[in-house]
């Protein structure tokens, strides 16, 4: 590039200037035409005044040669954590860097892509790191760009138009030649479904080497094993999934492992679904009417989500009085369908005040404890009855019961008390006014006396007598309230009292709510960090084996936090699932995206860079030497403009001839003794000319 060159900073506008030399090319036109005399040095002369205005100026400019940069970017994505591709990296990378060094002139840029975790939800994403680590560097001081990856780049552009620079891009592949992969791919995923029925996951399982035998699927709901399905490669699979509970259910598809296959990484895939409970049929059952009978319906009438089924004596049949059948307003109750075909469509069945009238036969109460074993709730709501003769503690209904009555009542004010267990219960823990002592709510005047024979009271009354007693009877759950004086905390009576949350929580818990199970081990993901609750009615708490995705396990003390609540959190150094396990209890938590986009291809390809290497002059190939660490660089040349910078045995930078100004002195060339000499003649040198024709 020459040092020299020429500026003008004109007097006038440049459109001016225009105008004027306009007329002026004119006028000497119109002279040249007319053959006028002296023509030619006027021109000149109207050169050099155009000259004049536009004040010339030549400029030296002292400039210092800047050098080529050249980018080696770094693949630190989880795909390249396998095999033998971490000692290739770190290899070609220092030999890379010196290797461009020693060709002198040559700023290396080390950059490194992907460190922001192992499984990144977009990918691996190698040209947004390059763009962000040349910022600040002038496309034109771009020499060339070597990537050191397995090929598997999720943001390649689809031509060289689209990088910013001319330069060469060399794609330098690890891994080796014939790796082979086995994954399960997710086809069609609900994210939703309903509470105790099936949904449908579609998958298919893919395989690099093309084989076309079946392999086993093996299917697991929470950790636990639901199905295993042979699934031949290629061939789109749907398997049946229960949904268990509310809220989430981890489900984890995961095919068996090749024998030569690169990692079992991508073998599984994790699949979250949250389970929503349909509209939750609740029958209630209410003997004599009494001041409690209307708590029990607004109650559960105020919740849109629940279809009550109401079933109240009005009338016993010792009170027979002779009214004939068709004078009476009321139609025949369903006993036989709800008591017996349908009673395994009821989530919860409610007793309030019943006592065994003869109104039911036994065999339909035989049925409710059979529903009660098989997984049902049931709720019992004890009034004075309760304890006598034609107590449903004396029908079939006593073998669940979780309290004995001792046959007396206690008739006189007293509040209800959470007791230590309760304390620690989810169902009572926290409760609004349990806090102090007395609690902050309401006395209450009548309690069924009662002991203790299985499960736990986590409300205690007069006399630090059991007042809620919760219990688990095979598959299902039972709840027994030894009063029915909640109606004045529903009243305000006092000040009221928690009955809303305390009946809620208690129906939540006999129908299985996750977050009211009194053992549960939770494990929660926040961002990269696990965070670990124990709800446990036990003094102590272990510690906790965390398992990550790799099969490294970790022991984590957990903390007490509150009655029953231990926490604790750590930071999870890799992504995907890990299992928390206490020996008893576990629990699943994935990290980052479910099913991460960085290990959906694990094969190195030189495919993906090749078309973006090609265009830009660059090349793509691969440097492993077999399985081992070893490695194989192309020798390194510098170049001037060039189609190609690669060939068989070598990569090429461009050279730019890039440089920057150091400083700069300008010459006026219209100014001065000079100046005023050249515009002088070029006024005299016309009037010279015509002089001379007038003396000859």
């Known amino acids: 590039m020459s040092p020299y060159a020429l500026t003008f900073s004109p007097h006038l506008p440049w459109p001016v200037l225009a105008g004027f030399a306009a007329l002026a090319f004119a006028l000497v036109a119109f002279g040249l035409f007319l053959r006028r005399p002296g023509t030619l040095p006027r021109a000149a002369g109207l050169a050099l005044l155009l000259l004049a205005l536009g004040d010339p100026s030549l400029v030296r400019e002292d400039r210092a040669p800047l050098k080529d940069v050249a980018a080696i970017v770094v693949d630190d994505s989880g795909s390249q954590t396998i095999g033998e591709r971490p000692e290739q990296t770190r290899k070609a990378a220092e030999a890379l860097k ?13 950059i490194r892509a992907g460190r922001e975790g192992t499984g990144a939800a977009d990918g691996t994403r190698l040209f947004a790191a390059l763009n962000e680590g040349l910022a600040d560097t002038p496309p034109e001081r771009v020499g060339a760009v070597f990537l050191i990856t397995d090929g598997v780049v999720h943001d390649a552009p689809a031509d060289a138009s689209g990088l910013g620079f001319r330069a060469p891009v060399h794609a330098l592949i690890t891994g080796h030649e014939g790796e082979r992969d086995r994954r399960v791919e997710l086809l069609e995923a609900p994210r939703f479904g309903i509470v105790g029925k099936d949904l449908s996951i579609e998958f298919r ?10 392999v086993a699927v093996r299917i697991r709901r929470d950790g636990v094993p639901v199905a295993t399905l042979a699934a031949r490669p290629g061939e789109r699979m749907r398997a049946p999934v229960r949904i268990d509970h509310g809220g989430a259910n981890v489900v984890e598809i995961e095919v068996e492992a090749a024998p030569d296959e690169l990692s079992t990484v991508n073998n599984k895939a994790v699949l979250s679904i ?55 307003s009321l139609i025949a109750f369903p006993t036989a369908d709800l ?119 986590v409300l205690n009354g007069a006399d630090d007598k059991p007042l809620l007693v919760l219990s688990r009877e095979g598959k299902g759950r039972v709840g027994l309230l030894l009063s029915d004086q909640m109606w004045l905390w529903a009243r305000g009576f006092e000040g009221g009292g928690p009955h809303l949350d305390l009946l809620r929580r208690l129906a939540h818990w006999l129908m299985k709510e996750p977050e009211l199970e009194e053992e549960a081990l939770r494990a929660s993901a926040r961002g990269a960090t696990i965070e670990i609750e124990r709800q446990s009615l036990r003094p102590e708490t272990p510690p906790v084996t965390a398992t990550s995705p790799t099969g490294v396990e970790r022991s984590v003390t957990l903390r007490p936090a509150e009655p029953g609540l231990s926490r604790a959190s750590f930071d999870a150094p890799e992504q995907g699932l890990w299992r928390v396990s206490d020996g008893t209890l576990s ?110």
């Open 98 to 110: 010196a290797s461009l060094e020693a060709l002198g002139d040559v700023e290396v840029r080390t």
């Open 205 to 214: 399982v893919l395989d690099t080497a093309g084989s076309r035998e079946p």
């Open 274 to 328: 949250d389970g929503v409970r349909d509209k939750l049929k609740v029958l209630l059952v209410s003997g004599e009417p009494h001041q409690g009978e209307r708590m029990w319906r607004n109650l559960l009438k105020s919740d849109a989500n629940v279809d009550l089924v109401h079933f109240t004596i009005l009338r016993p049949p010792e009170k027979q009085d002779g009214t004939p059948i068709n004078e009476l």
């Open 339 to 457: 008591f017996g075909r349908k009673i395994r469509e009821f989530d919860l069945i409610v007793f309030d005040r019943y006592s065994n009238q003869s109104v039911l036969p036994l065999v339909y109460f035989d049925n409710i404890v059979r529903y009660v074993r098989e997984g049902g709730a049931l709720l019992l709501a004890a009034g004075p009855d309760f304890s006598g003769a034609e107590g449903l503690y004396f029908s079939p209904l006593g073998r669940i019961a979780p309290a004995r009555p001792d046959g007396d009542l206690t008739e006189r004010p007293f509040r209800a008390v959470v007791s230590k267990d309760g304390e620690r219960h989810p169902v009572t823990r926290g409760l609004d006014g349990a806090q102090t002592s007395p609690p902050g709510w309401g006395q209450w005047f009548r309690q069924v006396n009662a002991q203790t024979t299985r499960g736990l009271s």
């Open 587 to 696: 629990a699943l938590v994935n990290v980052g995206p479910e099913n991460p986009r960085e290990f959906q291809e694990l094969v190195s390809t030189l495919d993906r860079l090749r078309p973006v290497a090609e265009a830009s002059g660059g090349s793509v190939r691969r440097i492993g030497q077999g399985a081992s660490g070893d490695i194989v660089l192309p020798r390194l040349a510098a170049m001037r403009e060039s189609p190609v910078y690669a060939g068989a045995d070598y990569a090429a930078i461009r050279r730019n001839g890039a440089s920057e100004v150091r400083g700069a002195g300008a010459t006026p060339l219209a100014l001065g003794f000079l100046g005023l000499a050249f515009l002088l003649a070029g006024v005299v040198a016309p009037w010279l000319q015509e002089g001379r024709r007038a003396r000859g």
